[in-house]
């Protein structure tokens, strides 16, 4: 049970959009639509942003969207704001009561 | 509102076994779910750890499996965590989670985590 591949960190400007990466394999991203996102500011309890791939719990905003294509999930965040800046986790469901998350991505948001 | 808090001791030596309990307010665990233990290595990514459910399991992660034992005390509304033979790899800020486990799958809260370092 290999971690989720994201990149370490991704950067854009207030305005702006970006887009974090998840790559898994056939035994979890690729097999089961159960990829959620989570937002993790340091000290404080990381916050679901996404689930079951695309969608959004209630109250999280509409600049957050997820997709996914084959073993790779996306998310998506437009019109960056400078309270985005926060570590990003993909996971993904891999079975039998299993879990498998990704390594984080740092955003800065210039 | 659901609420979760990890405690522990902050410190343990290697080869110790290090406890976590996680209280949880705001709803009774005895009523359900599935409730998760995850952590984070300092420099890297979540790494889920087991899941406690009242009615099976628990459902550990094969890398763990040998050395960690998760269960709760219903009266009290309290997780528990219990790792052995720990080395400096199991430094980490360690968390509790619920699952929202149905038609949709995700970990819907979360606590702040606490933090453990092992070493002598």
């Known amino acids: 049970q290999s971690a989720l591949t994201q990149p370490a960190s991704v950067s854009g400007s207030p305005g702006q959009s970006i887009t974090i990466s998840c790559t898994g394999t056939?035994?979890?991203?690729?097999?089961?639509?159960?990829v959620s996102w989570y937002q993790h500011h340091p000290g404080e309890t990381p916050k679901v942003i996404i689930y079951d791939v695309s969608q959004r719990p209630s109250g999280v905003s509409n600049r957050f969207s997820g997709s996914k294509s084959g073993n790779t999930a996306s998310l998506t965040i437009s019109g960056l704001q400078a309270e985005d800046e926060a570590d990003y986790y993909c996971c993904s469901y891999a079975g039998t009561n299993s879990w498998v998350f990704g390594g984080g991505t740092k955003l800065t948001v210039l | 509102q659901v609420h979760l808090q990890e405690s522990g001791p902050g410190l343990v030596k290697p080869s110790e076994t290090l406890s976590l309990t996680c209280d949880v307010s705001g709803y009774s665990i005895s009523n359900g779910y599935y409730w998760a233990w995850i952590r984070q290595a300092p420099g890297k990514g979540l790494e889920w750890l087991g899941t406690f459910y009242r009615d099976g399991g628990p459902y550990y992660n094969a890398s763990l499996k040998s050395r960690l034992t998760l269960s709760a005390d219903m009266p009290k509304n309290q997780l528990s965590l219990s790792l052995n033979s720990v080395t400096t790899a199991d430094t980490a800020l360690y968390f509790c989670?619920?699952?929202?486990?149905?038609?949709?799958?995700?970990?819907?809260?979360w606590g702040q985590g606490t933090l453990v370092t092992v070493s002598s």
């Open positions: 056939r035994s979890d991203v690729g097999v089961f639509n159960y």
């Open positions: 989670a619920r699952i929202w486990f149905g038609d949709s799958r995700y970990f819907d809260y």
